[in-house]
Every structure is written in structure tokens, then in C-alpha cells.
């Protein structure tokens, strides 16, 4: 029995839907100035306001260039909005004694402060729910006389709840996978209509990871929902915190002349504030990378780390270590994926050496291997391309090591030079048999090796659009460059991708490229979706200088439209997978493509050459007997070529 529809997505919002902190609270853990000169650091600062009893406790370590009375201005902003205004005279607030006078030097405030029920009030409920709060206080340090600002600091505020969650992350990656070995399942049971559907579906889902981890590299200083959706999708880019890689990449970089951050390991060893001012003292051999700087009277340095390293850092992977770490990702898929086939070839082996195989299709892959394995790797590096592409490129600048920067061109080079090889050896084929035929069907889908060989990169696409994987490998390209060379603005990336996936979504509107109405349905849905999650995008630039309340809803909006979004196309892919596995007759649920492939895509076995002529005259409209660009005489040399001259 198949499990209902309603019930995968029980399971997926259970997932989604997660948070990982019950208990009504605003915290701060961070206090950054906000004005040039500000005579007030921080090197520890712990927040926490409990509404329940009205309380404000707070732990504070800092340093101050400020002498005399003071008078402090709090300001609260939610999504761009104040929410809330209170100035705090200390010589008049008892918790507060000791600031008044300020004198310079250290100061050390540890106290309870128990607010009005009109102020705890004024605090809307949904503050304490909204995962991943766009919020923060401001407060400006006044000279009590003269009203002249002394000091400008602000602390961010979370509620304890985030949509950044590992299970998200770990468990579309496992989909992604099952639904890759149903596909496969399908394939070597002879299902496989079904098994090019679901292969389909899944490529499309898994792009659309891909496409939200490009918007969280981007530049664009997104809303802190958006920040942390992304990141749950950077695992598609390689971005996964090991120990091992990080070991790894970290010696690779030393052992090559590199000289590797140390800013996670020192946080890891640190309060929050140290830590962050810990940052500062670590970061300065960086500044290459940085966005903004700012600096104080205190002599604090303050870099914003942004884009790439922003992902980087909240993946808890050393800034320097980003490159090596999807490199190491994308080395150790390609051996898992090519050691299990190699593992499968060798069980095939042994049944067929015992006589227990009996099933054709096995048969067919042992003695279509060569052309298996170069099929393989056509599929890795067409899954790893966005990766590949945006990190090799973005090492570029980033300058980790002379070594890895060879290692990026290199890789970057013998990955393009692979896909347009293959790219180019379709095109050819489709030619020759548009000229020799009339149709470019019959050549691409007539033998077997060919098929096996290169059949990933038209097999989705209706025949006429077989050159499509062509523009959309340029697409992705022409992206990635955006957003490896472009990290110092996030308005230039953000028209540039607004551009980008305006134009694939009207292509794909009108030429519908894929193999049938359901294929195109999915992927012009995932093309909206990109597009709308484009044009937040350009909004989070700030580019119409638009309210900050504006822009914090857009946040919202972004996060519910995406999650909505993500999980439909999760339900399909795996509704498919489950049908693809568990359904004795799969096929049925598919319409046949409406084209010749699945004549032409009989085994050589099953059809010699004059029945293949007949279905190539039949393609071309043409009568058995009568004329044709070719000799009825002549059967078997354009019909079906040798399986050596069809492997390279």
C-alpha cells in the first residue's frame, strides 16, 4: 500500500517546523558600535529579557573612554520599526549606582532590571515566536550637560528560535538521495519512463537547493530568516562542517604556503563578546575579505563578514577553509558514487559467473560498463557544476594558497572541458541524424552505448530542445561568476540573478524543452519560485529605499513562500520515488513522451537494422519503399553503429 500524499507532508513540516528553544525570552550575546570614534566597547555582553517576570538581566564587561554624568537613550527596533523608547538616567536608576559618575577605564555592570507592565506590553507576543527575529536595541551614550552623544552601541536580539536546523538539512540531503536510487531501481527493473521522471524530478529539486545556497552567498545583507533558510541548503555546495575535512583543509593550506583563520576555533574557546572580540585581533591578515570595517576611540577593529564567508562562518567552517572543504566534498562524492557502481558491477559479475543472473537489463550493464562509468562521470559533473563553478571561481579572490588556487583552475577547467566535450558530442549526433533521418531522435536514442553513455544531458528534454542542457550550463556560469566576483556589492548580484532567472523562467515558459507536460509543469514551477526568491532578493539590496519594515516582512514572506515551495516539491519527488519502487507497473502513471525515444530505445538485441531503418523512415514520414536520402539497399551502416565506435 502506498503511503497517502497528506502524510509525507505531515512528516515534512514536522521537520520544517522544528524549533529548538519552548521558553519566552530576548537575548543579546553581541554589542557592536554604531557610530565612527564611540567611546564604549564591549568584551562581554549577555542580555536576556524574561516577560513572564518582567525582567532585564544583563552582564556587562566593557571598556570606556567616557568621564562624567551620563544620561542612556534605549531604542528598540523589530523589522525595521521602533518599538519601544526609554531613556535611563543612572544616578537616578539604583541598579545603575555605579555608572554615575562614568569614569574610564573597565566597567563591569552585573544587575536585574525589572521593567513597567506598560513597557513589557508595548512588546508585541509574536517577538517571542517568530523564529530567527529581526530585532535590536540601540543606545546612545549622551553627556548629561551638553546632550552630546559620547557613545553609540547595539546588540542584536534573538528569541531563541531559528529555522536553521541540521535535521532540515541532513534529511532533504537523504531525499535527494533515495530518490536518486529509486530512480536507479526503476531503471534496472526496465521501468524507464518512470525511472526518467523521477531522475528529472529530482535534478530539478535538487537545483533548487542549489539556487537558495546561491542567494545565501550573495553579498545582500539578507533578513536574519532568510540568512538562516539558506544555510540549510549550503550542504548542496559542499559547505558540511567535518572535523576531518577541516583537519584536512587546514593542513593542505598550511602545508602549500597559506596561512589559515583561526577566527571558529578561537570562538569555540570564548564567551560570545571575547569572541567576537577575539575576531577582531585574529581577522586583520584578512581584510582583504572584508566588506566594512569600523573602528572606536577603544582602539576595537570591527570586520562584517558577508556572502561566502558569512555562510562559512555560520557553518562553523574557518573562512580559509571554505574552498578546501567543498573540494573535499565533491572528491569524496565522486569516489563513493563510482566505488558503489564499481561494488555493483562486481556482484553482477559474480551472478553471471554462477548463473544466477537472470534479468536482461543487468546483463545489459555488464557489458555496457565502460560506457556506465563515463556516464557516471557526465552525471557528477553535471549534479557538481554550480559548485564547482561558484567556488573555483570565488577561490580566485580569496587566494586561500597558491596551491588551491591551482587546484580551483584546473578542476574548473577539466570539468567545463568534460561537459562540453559531451555537450558537443550530442549536438554532433543530433545533427547527423537530423541530416541523415530527419529527425535528431534517431540517432541519440537508437543505440544503447550512445544512450548510456551521454543520455544524461538530453534524455529530460524533448527531443527537438536535446540541445537544451547548453543554456542552462551557461545560465549557471554566467551566476556563479556573479556571485564569486562580485561579493564586494550585493546590488550587482542581485539584479544580475533578478536578470538571470527572469530570463530562463520566459524560456522555459515558452519553448516548454522538457519530455512531457508533467516535466515542464515542475520545472517551470521551480523557475517561478527562483524568480520570486529574486526579486526579495533585489529588495533586501536596499536598492528602493524602502522602509526598514519593508524589507523585514519581505524576510517573512521569502521564508513562508520557499518553505510552502520546498516541501510540494519534496512530496513530489518523493510521491515518485515511492510509486517508482513499491508500484508494480509504474509506467502507467506516465504518459508515453510524445515522441519516437521509446522506439528508438529498443535494445540491439531485440531490433536489427532493417527494423531500426523502418522506424527511421517512419520518423521522416516516408513510405517503407519509397525514396529516401539514403539507399533501402544500405540498411544496416546508418542504422546502428558498433558499440566501439559508439563508446568514445
Given at each position: 500500500?502506498?503511503?497517502?500524499?497528506?502524510?509525507?507532508?505531515?512528516?515534512l513540516?514536522t521537520?520544517f517546523?522544528r524549533c529548538?528553544?519552548?521558553?519566552?525570552?530576548?537575548?543579546?550575546?553581541?554589542?557592536?558600535?554604531?557610530?565612527?570614534n564611540?567611546s564604549?566597547?564591549?568584551?562581554?555582553?549577555n542580555?536576556?529579557?524574561t516577560?513572564n517576570?518582567?525582567?532585564?538581566t544583563f552582564?556587562?564587561v566593557?571598556?570606556?573612554?567616557?568621564?562624567?554624568?551620563v544620561?542612556?537613550?534605549?531604542?528598540?527596533?523589530?523589522?525595521?520599526?521602533?518599538?519601544l523608547?526609554?531613556?535611563?538616567?543612572?544616578?537616578?536608576?539604583?541598579?545603575?549606582?555605579?555608572?554615575?559618575?562614568?569614569?574610564?577605564?573597565?566597567i563591569?555592570i552585573?544587575?536585574?532590571?525589572v521593567?513597567?507592565q506598560?513597557?513589557?506590553?508595548d512588546i508585541?507576543?509574536?517577538?517571542y515566536?517568530?523564529?530567527?527575529?529581526?530585532a535590536?536595541?540601540r543606545?546612545?551614550i549622551?553627556d548629561?550637560?551638553?546632550g552630546?552623544?559620547?557613545?553609540?552601541v547595539?546588540?542584536?536580539?534573538f528569541?531563541?528560535?531559528?529555522?536553521y536546523?541540521?535535521?532540515?538539512g541532513w534529511t532533504?540531503?537523504?531525499i535527494?538521495?533515495l530518490?536518486?536510487i529509486a530512480s536507479?531501481?526503476a531503471?534496472?527493473l526496465?521501468?524507464?519512463?518512470?525511472?526518467?521522471?523521477?531522475?528529472?524530478?529530482?535534478?530539478s529539486?535538487?537545483s533548487?537547493?542549489q539556487?537558495?545556497a546561491?542567494?545565501?552567498?550573495?553579498?545582500?545583507?539578507l533578513?536574519p530568516?532568510v540568512?538562516?533558510w539558506?544555510?540549510?541548503f549550503q550542504w548542496?555546495?559542499g559547505i558540511?562542517?567535518?572535523?576531518?575535512f577541516q583537519?584536512?583543509?587546514t593542513?593542505?593550506?598550511?602545508?602549500?604556503?597559506?596561512?589559515?583563520s583561526?577566527?571558529?576555533?578561537?570562538?569555540?574557546e570564548?564567551?560570545?563578546?571575547v569572541?567576537k572580540?577575539?575576531k577582531?585581533?585574529?581577522?586583520?591578515?584578512?581584510?582583504?575579505?572584508a566588506?566594512s570595517?569600523?573602528s572606536?576611540?577603544?582602539g576595537?577593529?570591527?570586520?562584517t563578514?558577508r556572502?561566502m564567508?558569512r555562510?562559512?562562518?555560520?557553518?562553523?567552517?574557518?573562512?580559509?577553509?571554505i574552498?578546501?572543504t567543498?573540494?573535499?566534498?565533491?572528491?569524496?562524492f565522486?569516489i563513493?558514487v563510482?566505488a558503489?557502481a564499481c561494488?555493483f558491477?562486481?556482484?553482477?559479475e559474480?551472478?553471471?559467473?554462477?548463473?544466477?543472473l537472470?534479468n536482461?537489463?543487468?546483463?545489459?550493464?555488464r557489458?555496457?560498463w565502460?560506457?556506465?562509468?563515463k556516464?557516471i562521470?557526465?552525471?557528477?559533473?553535471?549534479?557538481?557544476?554550480?559548485l564547482?563553478?561558484?567556488?573555483c571561481?570565488?577561490e580566485?579572490?580569496?587566494?586561500?594558497?597558491?596551491?588551491?588556487?591551482i587546484?580551483a583552475?584546473?578542476?574548473l577547467?577539466a570539468?567545463?572541458?568534460?561537459?562540453?566535450r559531451a555537450?558537443?558530442r550530442?549536438?554532433?549526433?543530433?545533427?547527423?541524424s537530423?541530416?541523415?533521418?530527419?529527425?535528431?531522435?534517431?540517432l541519440?536514442?537508437?543505440?544503447?552505448v550512445f544512450l548510456?553513455?551521454?543520455?544524461?544531458?538530453?534524455?529530460?528534454f524533448?527531443?527537438?530542445?536535446y540541445?537544451?542542457?547548453?543554456?542552462?550550463?551557461?545560465?549557471?556560469f554566467?551566476?556563479?561568476?556573479?556571485?564569486?566576483f562580485a561579493q564586494?556589492?550585493?546590488t550587482?548580484?542581485?539584479?544580475?540573478?533578478?536578470?538571470?532567472?527572469?530570463?530562463?523562467?520566459v524560456?522555459?515558459?515558452?519553448?516548454?524543452?522538457?519530455?512531457?507536460t508533467k516535466t515542464?509543469?515542475?520545472n517551470?514551477?521551480?523557475?517561478?519560485i527562483?524568480f520570486?526568491?529574486?526579486?526579495?532578493?533585489l529588495?533586501?539590496?536596499?536598492v528602493?529605499n524602502?522602509?526598514?519594515?519593508?524589507?523585514?516582512?519581505?524576510?517573512?514572506?521569502?521564508f513562508f513562500f520557499?518553505?510552502v515551495?520546498?516541501l510540494?516539491l519534496?512530496?513530489?519527488?518523493l510521491?515518485?520515488?515511492?510509486?517508482?519502487?513499491?508500484?508494480?507497473?509504474?509506467?502507467?502513471?506516465y504518459?508515453?513522451?510524445?515522441?519516437?525515444r521509446?522506439?528508438?530505445?529498443?535494445?540491439?538485441?531485440?531490433?536489427?537494422?532493417?527494423?531500426?531503418?523502418?522506424?527511421g523512415i517512419?520518423a521522416?514520414?516516408?513510405?517503407?519503399y519509397?525514396?529516401?536520402?539514403r539507399s533501402?539497399?544500405?540498411?544496416?551502416?546508418?542504422?546502428?553503429e558498433?558499440?566501439h565506435?559508439r563508446?568514445?
Open positions: 500500500m502506498l503511503p497517502r500524499p497528506w502524510a509525507l507532508a505531515a512528516l513540516f521537520v517546523s529548538i528553544c519552548a521558553e519566552r525570552l530576548i537575548q543579546s550575546s553581541s554589542l557592536n558600535p554604531c557610530m565612527a564611540s564604549l566597547s564591549a568584551t562581554l555582553f542580555v536576556v529579557f516577560p517576570n518582567r525582567t532585564l552582564n556587562i566593557g571598556v570606556s573612554d567616557i568621564s562624567g554624568n544620561t542612556a537613550e534605549l531604542d528598540l527596533y523589530a523589522y525595521g520599526k521602533r518599538l523608547q526609554k531613556t535611563l538616567d543612572p544616578c537616578a536608576e539604583g541598579d545603575l549606582k555605579q555608572l554615575c559618575p562614568m569614569n574610564t577605564g573597565q563591569n552585573e544587575s536585574n532590571l521593567l513597567d506598560d513597557v513589557v506590553n508585541p507576543g509574536i517577538a515566536a517568530v523564529p530567527d527575529l529581526d535590536r536595541v543606545i546612545y549622551k548629561s550637560s551638553s552630546v552623544s559620547r557613545a553609540c547595539e546588540a542584536d536580539l528569541n531563541g528560535k531559528t529555522v536546523q541540521h535535521a532540515v532533504t540531503a537523504v535527494v538521495l530518490a536518486l536507479a531501481v531503471s534496472s526496465g521501468h524507464s519512463n518512470t525511472a526518467a521522471h523521477v531522475a528529472s524530478y529530482t535534478l529539486l535538487f533548487y537547493f539556487n537558495q546561491y542567494i545565501g552567498m550573495t553579498a545582500v545583507n533578513p530568516i540568512d538562516s539558506t544555510q540549510n548542496s555546495m558540511i562542517k567535518l572535523k576531518a583537519k584536512i583543509a593542513w593542505y593550506q598550511r602545508s602549500t604556503g597559506g596561512t589559515p583561526t577566527i571558529v576555533s578561537s570562538l569555540m570564548t564567551s560570545v563578546d569572541q572580540k577575539m577582531r585581533d585574529i581577522i586583520d591578515h584578512l581584510t582583504k575579505r566588506d570595517e569600523t572606536t576611540s577603544t576595537t577593529k570591527i570586520t563578514i556572502g564567508e555562510v562559512g562562518f555560520r557553518a562553523g567552517i574557518e573562512i580559509t577553509n574552498f578546501a567543498a573540494y573535499i566534498f565533491f572528491i569524496l565522486s563513493i563510482i558503489c561494488i558491477k562486481l556482484i553482477v559474480v551472478l553471471e559467473r554462477t548463473g544466477r537472470q536482461n537489463k543487468l546483463r545489459e550493464f557489458e555496457k565502460r560506457a556506465v562509468l556516464g562521470i557526465i552525471r557528477i559533473s553535471l549534479i557538481t557544476f554550480p564547482l563553478a561558484v567556488l571561481c570565488w580566485l579572490t580569496a587566494r586561500d594558497s597558491a596551491a588551491e588556487i587546484v583552475i584546473v578542476t577547467l570539468t567545463i572541458a568534460i561537459l562540453g555537450c558537443w550530442v549536438i554532433a549526433k543530433a545533427r547527423r537530423t541530416r541523415e533521418h530527419k529527425t535528431p531522435g534517431y541519440l536514442f537508437s543505440n544503447p548510456t553513455q551521454w543520455g544524461s544531458l538530453y534524455l529530460q524533448k527531443t527537438a530542445c540541445y537544451f542542457t547548453v543554456p542552462l550550463l551557461i545560465f549557471v554566467i551566476k556563479a561568476l556573479f556571485i564569486a564586494s556589492s550585493g550587482v548580484q542581485g539584479f544580475a540573478i533578478f536578470i538571470l532567472d527572469l530570463v530562463l523562467l524560456v522555459l515558459s515558452i519553448i516548454r524543452p522538457y519530455m512531457d515542464n509543469v515542475v517551470i514551477f521551480v523557475a517561478s527562483n520570486i526568491s529574486a526579486i526579495l532578493l529588495i533586501f539590496t536596499e528602493f524602502q522602509q526598514g519594515l519593508v524589507t523585514g516582512v519581505c524576510g517573512l514572506v521569502f520557499n518553505a515551495a520546498a510540494v519534496l512530496i513530489i519527488v510521491w515518485a520515488s515511492f510509486i517508482a519502487i513499491l508500484s508494480k507497473t509504474p509506467d502507467k502513471r504518459q508515453p513522451v510524445q515522441d519516437d521509446s522506439s528508438f530505445m529498443k535494445s540491439r538485441d531485440r531490433l536489427g537494422g532493417e527494423e531500426l531503418n523502418d522506424l517512419t521522416r514520414n516516408e513510405h517503407p519509397g525514396t529516401s536520402s533501402s539497399l544500405e540498411p544496416s551502416k546508418p542504422m546502428l558498433t558499440d565506435s563508446h568514445h
